[in-house]
């Protein structure tokens, strides 16, 4: 059996007992844990594009974040170190802006980039100007996504695309804007190449970007 | 007076006030009145950043925050002023030992953010799932003695508060034996040391509503404050992840718990009337409703149906029962949510106001304006960024597509006036409505 349909769709569903239920069945049938693992990434990426068709919303991101949690608990003792061959797509660097606490848009952005195949370091929040520049030299993204709810976030990505401007690697990112107070008319003010009003979008643009 | 601010005699200023708010009412009331009103709601540090005072002294320094805001705000021409929403509330804070948010100049270093920063609050998992249960019980007893003392470090001996049975005829020795606990005459101490430095609370809002009085400058009545109750779950009991966990594995005691604070938040609608004052006949007697998690995005339509919406309509009609004007601020986008609220506007014509942030205005207008009152929604990236000129034709345009028939307060997206605002701009907003405003001389 290559894919496990049945499982797949328990977790796409979010029925977390029966979830657990077969990931402990499928270890007593001496199942390989990476082979589980890559049904869970498939079910992973159903659940992006439900999100993306407005079929899902944060409630379901949540939940199906709980049952991955739940998943990793019970294969953790039996999964040797990670040895994912998948190819990610490209890397982007991503991280609320100095001054701003809030998480909830950002972590539905990264949810979306990971499920969607890119490889996302994720900063956290009150990120200031030395860390993303920090972070651009070490990490080497193709892409830059500037997360902020609140209106104080328009000087503070201004700010800091300043200093990435300054540090000379303007050049070597292209650069994304969203949250809540964020529009397509702060785009210039900041100094970033575009806006995108959801994770959706966020995707969408990194994919053209990066050219896949 | 202060700062260049002019007054007037008394009876020019009632004039005044009684033309503003008959402006207002109508508009409310879905009437056209003479001029579009201008009612901005302005963000907390917007008059601050202005005055010259740093975020900090905002929280702390009551007084000049007062006098701040009314020269600021007397600046422009608007038909009902801000209110002063909690001025020193980092002394406040500071007081209960507040856990669930950051603000500048907080006294304990964990919860303390840069002199220039605004307060920004810390959503947390202050109850667990597993409480539901002593929750419903008995949500007030259990709010006060568990998640209080969690929520405000210095309030931590109100675990000891008296339980009902040492409340009835044994409350001649249950309530004093709190009062001597050791911990509980501490506290109060504590109380009482930092509740007479907080007397600039009071004195620089009462002169503020006092001023603006004489000014002819009506203030936004605020009368209560109202939440919706899945937000108040989210926002301060669960945390939005575990209010979302539990849609799926605590449907129903999430939803009882959404029953149960609507008598809860409408008992407790005169909450602010010591500090801004009964209503009397010139207040419009608005209730602000910042709704968080209702939006685009945050859940679907059906999630929406069943877990959001019931509980605020609630609330929303017992206001209106009680001749309070909700006004519910649709911060994020509701362009999903526009039949929920199309059907209930019109079982209550002329009774409310739908304050959008970006939802498209004219839209809205075209569905519901025959029934319900909008404002809104000059973008924040305008009020910042400018220039006063793209101010101008954003006010225009919303109002040549929102003004017919009344129904329409002038006022900014998010937050009103946002902490950053260019005074150019928020004079070009203002003089917009002026200029495009009429209806007639």
């Known amino acids: 059996m290559l894919i496990n349909m049945d499982f797949i769709s328990e977790i796409v569903e979010l029925n977390e007992n029966k979830v657990n239920e077969m990931v402990k069945e499928r270890l007593q049938n001496n199942e390989d844990p990476l082979k589980i693992m890559d049904d869970v990434k498939n079910a992973m990426k159903i659940i992006g594009d439900k999100f993306s068709k407005k079929e899902y919303f944060i409630p379901e991101l949540i939940m199906s974040g709980e049952i991955l949690r739940q998943i990793f608990e019970i294969l953790e003792p039996v999964l040797k170190e990670s040895q994912t061959s998948e190819k990610k797509k490209g890397k982007v660097l991503l991280g609320t802006v100095a001054g701003d606490i809030h998480d909830i848009g950002k972590d539905v952005v990264k949810f979306m980039l990971d499920v969607n195949g890119f490889e996302v370091l994720d900063l956290g929040v009150d990120v200031p100007a030395e860390k993303f520049i920090q972070s651009l030299k070490e990490f080497k993204p193709k892409v830059l996504a500037l997360s902020g709810f609140l209106t104080l976030a328009y000087d503070s990505m201004k700010e800091i695309i300043d200093r990435i401007t300054d540090a000379g690697l303007r050049e070597s990112v292209k650069i994304m804007i969203g949250g809540g107070t964020i529009d397509e008319r702060i785009v210039e003010y900041v100094g970033a190449d575009v806006y995108g009003q959801s994770a959706v979008d966020a995707v969408n643009i990194a994919a053209k970007w990066m050219g896949v | 007076m202060d700062g260049g601010v002019v007054n007037m005699g008394k009876t020019d200023s009632e004039q005044l006030i009684k033309e503003k708010t008959q402006r207002v009412r109508d508009a409310i009331a879905v009437k056209e009145p003479d001029r579009v009103p201008i009612t901005p709601f302005a963000d907390i540090f917007f008059a601050p950043i202005q005055g010259g005072m740093s975020h900090k002294d905002a929280l702390y320094k009551g007084r000049k925050y007062g006098k701040t805001c009314l020269k600021v705000y007397s600046r422009y021409k608007w038909d009902l002023y801000p209110t002063l929403f909690l001025p020193v509330v980092g002394k406040l804070n500071d007081l209960v030992g507040v856990r669930t948010m950051k603000w500048p100049g907080a006294s304990n270093p964990n919860y303390r953010l840069g002199d220039h920063q605004p307060y920004q609050f810390l959503e947390t998992e202050w109850m667990k799932a597993d409480e539901y249960e002593k929750l419903l019980t008995d949500v007030t007893g259990f709010m006060l003695r568990n998640i209080v003392p969690r929520q405000n470090s210095v309030l931590k001996p109100f675990e000891k508060l008296p339980l009902a049975s040492a409340l009835t005829i044994l409350a001649p020795v249950g309530i004093p034996m709190f009062f001597i606990d050791k911990e509980v005459k501490k506290m109060v101490k504590e109380f009482k040391k930092t ?88 207040t419009i007697p608005l209730s602000f409703i910042p709704l968080h998690r209702g939006a685009n995005g945050f859940m679907s339509n059906e999630q929406f149906e069943e877990f959001y919406w019931p509980s605020l309509t609630a609330v929303m009609e017992g206001m209106i029962k009680n001749d309070i004007i909700p ?30 942030h970006d939802t498209d205005l004219i ?55 946002p902490n950053e605002a260019r005074h150019e701009n928020v004079q070009a907003m203002t003089d917009a409505v002026h200029k495009y405003g009429v209806y007639r001389k």
């Open chain 2, 195 to 282: 509740l007479r430095k907080m007397i600039g609370l009071v004195l620089g809002m009462r002169t503020y509503n006092k001023t603006m009085k004489k000014l002819g400058n009506p203030v936004a009545g605020q009368v209560g404050f109202g939440m919706a109750p899945f937000d108040m779950v989210s926002d301060s009991l669960r945390g939005m992840r575990g209010a979302m966990i539990d849609m799926y594995r605590n449907p129903e005691e999430l939803k009882r718990t959404c029953d149960i604070f609507v008598d809860h938040i409408l008992g407790s609608m005169d909450m602010f009337d010591a500090l801004l004052g009964k209503p009397d006949e010139n």
């Open chain 2, 327 to 356: 006004l519910p601020f649709f911060e994020g986008r509701y362009s999903d949510r526009l039949e929920f609220l199309a059907e209930f506007a019109k079982k209550h014509k002329g009774k409310l106001v739908y304050w959008f």
């Open chain 2, 363 to 417: 839209k809205v207008k075209e569905m519901m304006g025959d029934y319900v009152c909008i404002r809104g929604n000059v973008p924040a990236s305008l009020l910042i960024g400018g220039p006063p000129s793209a101010v101008e034709e954003y006010v225009k345009k919303m109002i040549d597509g929102c003004k017919d028939g009344g129904g329409y307060l002038v006022d900014g997206g998010v937050s009103g006036i």
